[in-house]
């Protein structure tokens, strides 16, 4: 679905493209958990930049790398650090990957509402989302069965939280893979023995937010990094931001850019000390 | 003419693409090792692209809706043929092939919010999500399919079939079990054989109610993960020309062998069938 807003995007913007050559284009690439905010932004800064074009697209954070190798994008999103062998891939081509954090993230544990658990530790995730801890008795609850419910394995989310909580391990073949975030929300809210994760905007009333190793899923344990489920997410650029991919990423980083991300459902970065 | 082969040609491109888009994937992963594989994981790293558990899931949810949709759509399509009145029969045939007129996302999201809660209670289980809330509510959606094609093999068994059972002393029921459900018998096994390609190739409903979970079931309660979810659930985010965009439409490509291998059993079988009755070859 994501993609396929991309796609119509791109598309309606090759279109505009047509009609007005004199029109600066910024070409957007990469990951697909940041695709909303990507969108949103390029969305609100066109309207209020006449001149310019964004085009986005959303096909994942290594594919927002390897464009930006090949020079086929300005602006690579990732929901990840770039890694150290696709650092020498860029450089033997001549580009110099630069960061720019410019949002943060945090996926929330969340568990039925029946469920007598308020916090586990990161083993303990682990253990539960790797299968090898199968009932909620060896983790301090009420026996019963635990059921794990997780994203597809295509979403953003669902690559994050794997990288994040696993640490190398597959999930449980046994997880109920839901296609999107509000279905675990609802499948975690209907189900007694039930465990999930969610993005930080999908927490509400239905569920119980676990504390992990004490720590609270909330901005600003996010912000300071003192929740273990959070991420920065990036916009690659070749070299320090200039010309147009500068703008633009001042005014993702601006209190207006700022307040989309929040809109979006992720968490602002702290304003400038 | 262009009109009537146009689906000719969107048949013709549609397979073309499921082989195209398709293939690639058994380069990466050998086509035994993708079929018989155990475990779908297309994008850890790195990735595995075994999709018995997917197929296993479609058979399981498959043959348990049929368990359902056989009895009750043939009962229903005997019922109405041989013992409904006129008034009944006006009534009950509009309101089965209503039945079939329902789009599935509207099942799918009954069974998600109705049937997998009630199942999960009755069956005292940890989820309600799984393959018999699955198998339950494809039955109820193959009913019209099977009801309507096995009535209308009812109703192409010549009156002198009855006439002549009659007249050789035979009583109502005998003349049902001995002449007309055998005459009409490879009618009726095309209506399984298109049902059971119905429910194979339904994709929101198994979506929504069977939980998801990509695991060769070990009950019937199990969650599994049916071929056509995890192509319509996965394809919105596989990177394109990645080798996981091809897995999936090498699914797609079995899904597609496998309803067409029904399909033709189901022609044979409709073949065989006017042959038996004489009615033409």
Known sequence: ?273 | MVVAFSSLIFLTGIVLVLFIEGLPAFSVTGILSFIFGKSWYPTSTPPEFGIMPLISASFVVSVGAMLFAIPVGIGSALYIHEIAGEKQKMFLKPIIELLGAIPSIIFGFFGMVIVAPLVQKVFNLSTGQCAFTGALILGVMAIPVVCSIAEDALSVVPKSFREASFALGANRWQTLLKVIIPAAGSGISTAIVLGISRVMGETMTVLLVTGGAAQIPNSIFSPVRPMTSTIAAEMGEAAVGGVHFHALFAIGLVLFMITLVLNMIAEYIGRKYRVKLGLDV
Request: proline share 4%.
């Open chain 1, 1 to 273: 679905m994501k993609l396929l807003k991309g796609l119509a995007l791109t598309a309606v913007l090759l279109a505009l493209c047509g009609t007005a050559n004199a029109d600066k284009k910024l070409l957007i690439d990469g990951s697909s958990t940041m695709l909303p905010i990507a969108q949103a932004l390029a969305e609100k800064y066109m309207d209020k930049t006449p001149g310019i074009t964004i085009s986005v697209k959303g096909g994942g954070s290594g594919i927002g790398v390897a464009s930006l190798q090949d020079s086929t994008c300005d602006i690579a999103d990732s929901s990840r650090p770039i890694k150290g062998s696709e650092i020498a891939i860029a450089l033997t081509k001549g580009v110099d990957p630069k960061a720019t954090v410019v949002a943060l993230d945090g996926i929330a544990i969340i568990v039925n509402k029946a469920n007598g658990i308020t916090n586990l530790t990161k083993k303990q995730v682990r253990g539960i989302f790797n299968g090898s801890i199968s009932n909620w008795s060896q983790v301090g609850g009420t026996p019963g069965k635990i059921l794990a419910i997780s994203r597809d394995t295509s979403s953003g989310t669902y690559e994050a939280f794997i990288a994040l909580a696993l640490e190398g391990d597959k999930i449980r073949p046994d997880a109920m893979l839901q296609a999107a975030s509000q279905a675990v929300a609802t499948t975690v809210a209907n189900t007694p023995g039930a465990i999930g994760y969610v993005g930080i905007g999908y927490i509400s009333d239905t569920t119980k937010v676990l504390t992990v190793n004490g720590a609270e899923c909330k901005k600003e344990n996010v912000l300071n990094n003192s929740y273990p489920y959070s991420r920065p997410l990036f916009m690659y650029t070749n070299g320090k931001p200039q010309g147009d991919a500068k703008v633009f990423i001042d005014y993702v980083l601006s209190a207006e850019g700022q307040a989309v991300v929040e809109e979006q459902g992720f968490v602002a970065l702290k304003k400038k000390q």
